[in-house]
């Protein structure tokens, strides 16, 4: 994996779908064709190979301004995201079908850097027609985004993250896409010091 955490340029879509494709590829495709949903699948998975299945961070508290650890469970999460109450019938690879018989298709990587190009407003709207389609044109936009929420979660959860020292309550968002891939650039950077020490020390 050196080799791969070298050539990591970032914590976007882009990077993730790079990266990605770095480390599948005997993959029959590119890892920018599966929808977000499944490839925060495959970062999940990544992590558990690295690192295992707990996710440690640091966080300061609000109150005190001292730090305090929030962890949690890659597994147990996704299971909770999984257990919905009713599963997505897949039709096509990103295409999918409610209980209605209602469908959606995601969209790919490649989609999703389009719409960001039109803003976080725009951005979603595009995608929300994207999903829907002429099926469903005149969908309730809070409507569409909790069938998606429902049929194919993201790992972008808000986490309970308490202040352990003084209780105080608070709330810590979590994307494993940008956690997964700033942890592999921290390792990056202090790989690249440990080497740069070695060198300085042969080289004297």
Known sequence: LGSDELALAGVDTRAAVALLDRLMEDAPCSAGEPGASDRDGLLCALHRHLWGDRIVSSLECDGRGSMHDLWSERSAQQMRLAARPEAAAVDAPRLLADS????????????E??????????????????????EQAQA?????DSRL???APLVDVELDANCAECGEPRQARFDVQSFVLQRLLD???????????MAGGYGG
């Open 113 to 134: 850097e389009a719409a960001a190009q039109y803003g976080m407003v725009q951005g979603h709207a595009h995608l929300r027609a994207l999903v829907a389609g002429a």
């Open 149 to 151: 929420e429902t049929l």
């Open 100 to 111: 209605r018989g209602r469908h959606y298709r995601l969209p790919d990587a490649a989609q």
């Open 140 to 144: 309730n936009p809070q409507e569409l």
């Open 187 to 197: 390792v990056r950077e202090a790989l690249l010091d440990e080497i740069h020490a």
